[in-house]
């Protein structure tokens, strides 16, 4: 663990990405676009790392972003190259962030939910239950997990914890690092995610007749009144960036983004993953 000062910049408009100073970068080992974790007696978060600055000491962040750990500038806060902590169960009572690798060598599936927990509530466990589905029917997964909690004293583990592009920044994530480090490839991706559109999107960067056949399968557990869409056109999240991890452990970028209403996720965490299984079934 490693101490400095935080203070606020004006340059920066995104509350979760930060400017460290050289000798900071250097003593934790990060370059621009990776991740930390920093933590304040009254608060913790994830920052992206958006400049490394040979005119600062310690760290800065903008206004908002010293609001994501109840810092003021100033403050000393303790800085980790890795993000989650190893227990889940901590993680829920501290309102902390912990990663789950379930690994299979003959995995021919990789499972990705970054933002389970209570940042995408209950992205986490369709993730699982895919997992379990896929090994019912015989076939191998990999299923890679983050679960970011809220405090208790506010519901803040979407603000604190909501990690973007953890492929970027692998070594931060001891479980993705592992995968990437062993050039793990699986012939598809999954990825569920929380959006907040009144529709179901079936994107990624998979070929359209897998997408739609995803669509028509999950058609039966999603409520009527939400459409379902593989047309990239009508999306407002295609998940078609290369560098997305359901995209980029998958053979020829073969992976789809499922994204999902709320009340879909809360109410559908068993039916819809299962009907995703079941068209593996059919093609592997």
């Known amino acids: ?60 962040v903008s206004e908002e972003g010293l609001g994501r750990i109840n810092a003021q500038a100033g403050d000393r806060v303790d800085f980790e190259k890795i993000v989650p902590i190893k227990s ?46 896929l090994l019912a029917q015989g076939i191998e997964s990999t299923a890679w997990m983050l679960h970011g909690y809220y405090t208790g004293e506010e519901k803040d583990a979407f603000k604190r914890w909501h990690v973007k592009k953890p492929v970027k920044a692998y070594t931060a994530y001891l479980g993705l690092q592992k995968l990437v480090e062993e050039e793990r490839r699986f012939r598809y991706g999954v990825g569920f995610h929380i959006h907040r559109y009144d529709y179901v999107a079936v994107g990624g960067m998979a070929d359209l007749d897998l997408r739609e056949r995803i669509a028509d399968s999950i058609r039966g557990p999603v409520p009527s009144k939400y459409d379902i869409v593989t047309d990239y056109g009508d999306m407002d999240l295609t998940g078609k960036g290369a560098k997305m991890s359901m995209n980029y452990f998958a053979d020829d970028n073969q992976g789809i983004q499922i994204e999902m209403p709320y009340k879909v996720a809360y109410n559908k965490f068993h039916s819809l993953p299962e009907a995703v299984a079941d068209v593996f079934a059919e093609i592997l």
């Open 1 to 60: 663990m490693t101490e400095a000062v935080v203070s606020e910049s004006r340059k920066l408009e995104a509350s979760n990405r930060c400017s460290l100073s050289r000798l900071l970068a250097e003593q934790l080992e990060k370059q621009e676009e990776d991740h930390i974790r920093v933590i304040n007696g009254r608060g913790k978060a994830y920052y992206i790392v958006d400049e490394v600055s040979e005119d600062q000491q310690g760290v800065q």
């Open 88 to 133: 889940r169960e901590k993680a829920f009572i501290t309102g902390d962030i912990a990663e789950t690798l379930w690994d299979r060598d003959e995995a021919e599936v990789f499972i990705s939910c970054p933002h389970g927990g209570d940042i995408e509530y209950n992205t986490d466990e369709m993730g699982q239950y895919l997992f379990k589905k």
